[in-house]
């Protein structure tokens, strides 16, 4: 079993729809998570980071992180074709970002 | 600011070669690290290095190394190259203090 698992879909939803994606973990040390966006034939994007349990908020994305379930998301409010892309979650147990364990990521579409 | 460069961006080589890859962080970025990225394992860490020394190893053979440069410049090296190790690898820079890292657009390994 990955320790981190991540639903590969992919996943089509029409513009304007609200996207929720979502991590599984095994590992009870993580403690910084992490969302990427990565473009086709591009390097990951960050863009959100959270430290421990809690919600943060940035423009039309939402992540949210449950440590007593080991369970974390990513809400996209207002979906755009821009959105296209594939969604990588990322933790580690140190800060700074060290020796990052990746989800397998989601390919989301959104349609026009 | 200049972001995350990665020379080559492509790269064909021949089994039992090696090959040597070089990545310049964002300036005023200590910790260089090196993640390989195939279809079927996803994002897996290699290794980090925080002024010029090695900080963090991820589960590779040591055919896989890497140095990194008074000025932060990194470079890996691959020796004895397997069909296997065709992937993308991507290098990142982070401050150490701030969340996350910046990556580049990595990489293209392909072994023949």
């Known amino acids: 079993q990955k320790e981190v698992e991540q639903d590969p879909g992919p996943l089509s939803v029409p513009e304007g729809a609200i996207v929720s994606l979502n991590c599984t973990y095994s590992n009870s040390a993580f403690q910084y998570f992490m969302w990427y966006r990565q473009y086709s034939r591009k390097g990951p994007e960050l863009l959100m980071y959270t430290y421990s349990s809690g919600n943060k908020e940035d423009g039309r994305f939402t992540a949210q992180v449950d440590k007593s379930s080991k369970y974390i998301s990513l809400f996209i409010r207002d979906s755009q074709p821009s959105d296209s892309a594939t969604y990588l979650c990322a933790m580690s147990e140190m800060g700074g970002a060290q020796k990052l364990v990746f989800g397998q990521g989601t390919r989301l579409t959104i349609n026009p | 600011k200049a972001g995350v460069t990665q020379t080559p961006r492509y790269l064909i080589k021949t089994r039992g070669q090696q090959v040597t890859l070089s990545c310049s962080p964002i300036?005023?970025?200590?910790?260089v690290s090196w993640y390989q990225q195939t279809p079927g394992q996803g994002l897996q860490f290699l290794f980090e290095y925080f002024s010029e020394t090695q900080r963090n190893k991820g589960n590779f053979p040591g055919r896989f190394s890497g140095r990194q440069f008074s000025n932060s410049r990194s470079e890996m090296n691959v020796s004895t190259l397997e069909l296997g190790d065709s992937a993308l690898y991507l290098c990142?820079?982070?401050?150490?203090?701030?969340?996350?890292?910046?990556f580049g657009s990595g990489t293209r390994l392909t072994v023949v």
């Open positions: 990142a820079s982070s401050t150490d203090s701030s969340g996350g890292y910046t």
């Open positions: 300036s005023g970025h200590r910790s």
